[in-house]
């Protein structure tokens, strides 16, 4: 099949949710994306869209995540490009110490990832599924791993290590970090808007959605970053608790007999945003209800709290601060929680323009402000394609790049 010919499918899986998009190859021209959201739920979202077409949205119910990985095939299917698609990217949440870098899912490398599979009950187990759909209807296209960790791969030591004995970090359970994607793509735009001067200075990335981190980036690489050995880590999330006291699992084992796995899904699905309030993990309504809701208040109170409070870590991580980027969907489009994450932030030289907070411009630092802040929107789909592409450029021996900005 001839190049002009030929797409690329990304697909992005996550707790809830499968993002997709279709691409020309290797141009990465955007074909069609889509999305399968609220799997689990009564009121679960499909929606497909071409490129320069109106989105076609539909609510059903998903109940599980087999069901939905269907919903996506069925999709699909019926697109006229299916029978083109000659590679397919798969975010993987991370490989362990091991698997870093971008790789073909020979049967080895799945072996290892069905191994590892139990370390993220939450992610795994729906894009390994993923993978045997697309292998199943496209056995001819090449399958390719992108790890959501690799881009933390630089992080020292120490800040990768996990304080417990020695033969956890010698048998590679250590602090991995993740939205790495999200970082890679972030610093991408950030070298073109900025400069690279700007983009290779001390730069903080505040990937805040529902499930949020903080990364501290110097020289273009990652230095620490604030989720650890698995996504549950860092700050409080939609529905993640974030780092909790290890004593608090001592507690619920010791007084309600709770199992791990009971314990898992308390920390990972009924905590956080959604613990807190008792109600919603969403943050634009509990931004809504906080005047008459105190808990819904106490839930955005302490998001932005601990939001503020590792933007200063990574600071001190990093020895001062340059960037400040906010992305993801409470970065993009909660002006009232960048406000009051950057509130107490002077004493690092952050300075928003009030006005251009409220509007949600690109760049809404004051003019005074010694720190650059920016809103930048992540696209995590091209940036699996693009590193799918540099990947088979590389193993076919080809050159040439695409622009982010055709997307």
């Given amino acids: 099949m001839s190049k002009s010919t030929s797409t690329m499918l990304a697909i992005n899986a996550g707790s809830t949710s499968i993002k997709f998009a279709l691409y020309r190859y290797p141009e990465l021209e955007l074909l069609s994306n889509g999305e399968v959201s609220g799997i689990g739920g009564a009121a679960s979202t499909f929606m497909t869209q071409d490129a320069l077409a109106h989105p076609v949205v539909r609510q059903f119910a998903i109940p599980e995540q087999v069901t939905a990985v269907q919903v996506m095939v069925d ?22 110490a091991a698997l870093r870098s971008t790789c073909e899912l020979t049967d080895a490398v799945l072996m290892a990832l069905y191994q590892d599979r139990a370390a993220d009950p939450e992610h795994m187990p729906q894009e390994l599924r993923l ?57 991408r735009q950030l070298r073109t808007l900025e400069g690279p001067a700007v983009a290779d200075g001390k730069v903080i990335l ?19 970053t604030t989720m650890g050995l698995t996504p549950s880590g860092g700050i409080v ?56 809701d105190s808990c819904a208040a106490q839930a955005v109170a302490l998001f932005c709290y601990q939001a503020r409070k590792a933007i200063g870590a990574m600071a001190a991580a ?26 107490r932030l002077a004493h690092l030289g952050v300075r928003l323009d009030e006005q251009k907070n409220r509007g949600g411009e690109a760049l809404i630092s004051a003019p005074d402000s010694r720190v650059v802040v920016r809103i930048i929107a992540t696209d995590e789909q091209w940036m699996l394609a693009e590193n799918a592409r540099v990947f088979l450029a590389a193993d076919e021996g080809l050159v040439g790049g695409a622009n982010p900005e055709s997307n």
């Fill in 75 to 96: 999709c699909l299917l019926a697109h006229a490009a299916f029978d083109s698609i000659v590679c397919v990217v798969h975010r993987i949440v991370h490989g362990g």
């Fill in 131 to 187: 993978v045997e759909a697309a292998r199943r209807h496209l056995p001819l296209a090449r399958q390719i791993a992108c790890f959501d960790s690799s881009f933390h791969a630089t992080m020292p030591a120490v800040a990768s290590m996990l304080p417990v004995p020695r033969r956890y970090f010698d048998a590679g359970i250590m602090r991995l970090g993740y939205h790495g994607i999200s970082c890679e793509f972030l610093m």
């Fill in 206 to 224: 505040a990937h805040l959605g529902g499930g949020a981190s903080v990364t501290a980036v110097e020289h273009g690489r990652s230095v620490d």
């Fill in 237 to 292: 999330m939609s529905t993640r608790s974030g780092d909790i006291d290890p004593g608090f699992a001592w507690h619920c084992a010791r007084t309600e007999h709770m199992s791990a796995a009971a314990l898992n899904h308390m920390l990972s699905q009924e905590s956080g945003l959604r613990g807190i309030s008792g109600s919603t993990g969403d943050m634009a309504e509990l931004v809504a209800r906080e005047t008459s």
């Fill in 318 to 343: 990093l020895g001062g601060l340059d960037v400040l980027v906010f992305a993801g969907g409470i970065g993009e489009h909660g002006a009232a929680v960048r406000a009051r994450i950057c509130a």
